[in-house]
């Protein structure tokens, strides 16, 4: 049966309609994948190019540790935080979290002051020099005049000056756990603490002798000074008859004693003072210190003071926000 013109040309019409709809279709559905795809793979780039890298929450100062070992054997790093920024925008030094267990350790120090929001890299961070040994004991000064504005965290240098103006250096680059007016508390090794004690002894024996402590500028940056004080031969006796202390100082001690130049200064220029005092070594050990000691001791105990007084500020500050 033959169709009707009409009819056939309605059917030809619509299929054209359809054909054409699923072309518009198409072509729509492809558009919208290639920009689904176009988002996908923008977003993956992006994500490819961030890093998380270590940033301050807080200010830093030279010689502070980077983190500090849990009693589980794990590191804290309170002045830390990780965020996430382009590879662009990351110096190519900066500590990430695929290389920060290899660069920080508990020995890690901060070598320059630091701002807060500063991207942590290598190049600020340094090893510290003091390890922890066997025979390390924290120990407890109040004989060592301080300087007037010594704060925890602090290195030091403990120096003997003799009256004839000689100055050696007793003990080396130690960091200051805690400080007040008068008294210091720093680690030591078991070498160490025989001898400061020496040098104690001598100081109080040699009138107008004085034993005190410098701190570094940069302890981040500047290397321990050489220890150029020799201890009596009493003291290196008791050393080596001593089980407690380790061979290695006692290797590290022998060395020192077989240094020709520092033991001839020691019998020259120290032994030499100890005798001149005479009968008055005995009494210049209870003998108090100078006007000048006394001057120094007041003027920390003003710094302390003022320390507590912006602690107390600041607290009050921080309650009433």
């Known amino acids: 049966m033959a169709s009707n013109p009409m009819q056939r040309k309605a059917r030809n019409s ?35 190019d961030k890093v998380t890298v270590y940033v301050l929450i807080e200010d830093v100062e030279s010689g502070t540790n980077v983190a500090t070992k849990t009693e589980k054997g794990g590191l804290i790093t309170k002045e830390l935080a990780t965020v996430e920024v382009t590879k662009k925008a990351t110096p190519e030094t900066a500590i990430t979290s695929s ?17 807060s929001g500063t991207i942590l890299s290598t190049d600020m961070i340094v090893e510290s020099d003091e390890k922890t040994r066997d025979d390390t004991r924290e120990q407890e000064f109040n004989m060592i005049v301080l300087p007037s504005q010594l704060k925890e965290n602090d290195y030091i240098d403990i120096r003997l000056r003799l009256p004839s103006g000689e100055d050696y250096i007793v003990v080396s680059k130690k960091k200051v756990l805690s400080a007040d007016a008068i008294t210091m508390w ?38 321990a000074a050489s220890v150029t004080y020799v201890p009596t031969r009493a003291v290196s006796q008791l050393i080596n008859s ?12 022998a060395k020192r004693y077989n240094n020709a130049t520092l033991l001839s200064g020691r019998n020259d220029i120290i032994n030499a003072a100890v005798i001149a005092t005479g009968e008055e070594a005995q009494s210049n050990v209870s003998t108090g210190t100078s006007a000048a000691i006394e001057a120094q001791k007041e003027s920390r ?12 500020t600041t607290t009050t500050t921080t309650t009433t926000k």
Do not use: C, R
């Open 301 to 312: 105990e003003e710094y302390m003071k003022e320390l507590q007084t912006k602690q107390s």
């Open 99 to 115: 290389n920060y267990s290899k660069v920080i350790t508990e020995n890690s120090l901060f070598k320059i002051d630091l701002k």
């Open 242 to 253: 001593n089980p407690n202390v380790v061979q290695t100082a006692k290797d590290e001690l």
């Open 14 to 48: 619509f299929l054209l309609g359809v054909f054409i709809t699923m072309i518009i279709a198409a072509i729509v559905i492809a558009f919208l994948l290639w920009m689904m795809y176009k988002q996908k793979t923008e977003k993956e780039e992006i994500e490819n």
């Open 186 to 223: 720093i680690k030591l090794t078991e070498e160490e603490i025989l001898t400061l004690s020496n040098a104690i002894v001598e100081a109080y024996q040699i009138n107008g002798t004085l034993l005190y402590a410098t701190t570094y500028v940069e302890p981040g940056m500047q290397m």
